[in-house]
């Protein structure tokens, strides 16, 4: 394994709480003195958290942003200090804070790390105190808003189109990428066992590895309700959501009647959709603008993600 290798990627603060006390408790508690009772607070489980990991995936550094708008709990393992792991790890937190739409963040840096996160844009907004028996800085920063400088317009909506129907595979694929090839933002993928006829086609995952790096900031959010089928071999789109985690999301249901939902979709954020009535099968129906189908869809989705739990199984592979 190469020992300059490492990655920064979300964490979820039930399913990795292991892996942030590696990180905060032996930088926070054993080498700063800080009270464990201290260190660990009622924002923790409300708020976004970060993790670095090395390349055999042991946690090196974390960071979290708070509903209060506020950076904090930056910490990285010492043998991995002074190599961009705290670079990355506040990267990552200032870009969620531009994908939540927040145009400032906070944060109290200790003295002597305070020309660090001038680096990043941040500047001292009032006078030194003492936390923890360490004395720190408040700093401020502020970002143009995501919307004025990343997202393009809304493109005016064009004629709705009837649905075309496709009872194969290579229609599922080819109404696939064209509807991928149509996102702006935002790609909605309900799926069976990310169907490997559809989702693994080389030409399918790379549209969305277009899509995904297209500079848009796009996310695509996937329903997996077969984690285990997933799982028994590798595969391509797994592979691409390692390579790219910031732009895919993977939940899976826990609800019994999720569970049994039969069929598959797929929507953009461009009034197109594709929908499968049987998610084991390659027939059903596609347009690329039908706005009233596109948002029942979308809205069916979310309601079953809020639902969903986050795929841990596929944490193992950094995603």
Known sequence: ?????????????????????????????????????????????????????????????????????????????KPWRGRGVGDALLQALIDKARQLGWREVTLNAQVSAAGFYEKFGFAVCGGEYEEAGIQHVPMRASFPAIESTQRPPALPRGPSAKPVDFDDADGARDATKQLIAKARRQLWIYSRDLERDLYADKTVVEALKQFAISGRGGVVQIVVQDVPAVQSQPHPLLELAQRLSSAFEFRTPDDPVDMQYPSAFLVNDADGYLFRVLGSRFEGEWSPALPARNRQLVEGFDRVWQRCRPCTEFRALGI
């Open 1 to 77: 394994m190469d020992d300059t290798e490492f990655r920064v990627e979300p964490a979820d603060y039930a399913a990795d709480l292991n892996d942030l006390r590696a990180v905060r408790e032996p930088v926070f508690v054993i080498e700063q003195n800080v009270p464990l009772a201290l260190e660990w607070d009622e924002l923790d489980p409300l708020s976004h958290h970060v993790i670095a990991r090395d390349a055999e995936r042991r946690p090196i550094g974390t960071g979290r942003l708070t509903p209060e708008h506020k950076i904090g709990r930056m910490a990285v393992l």
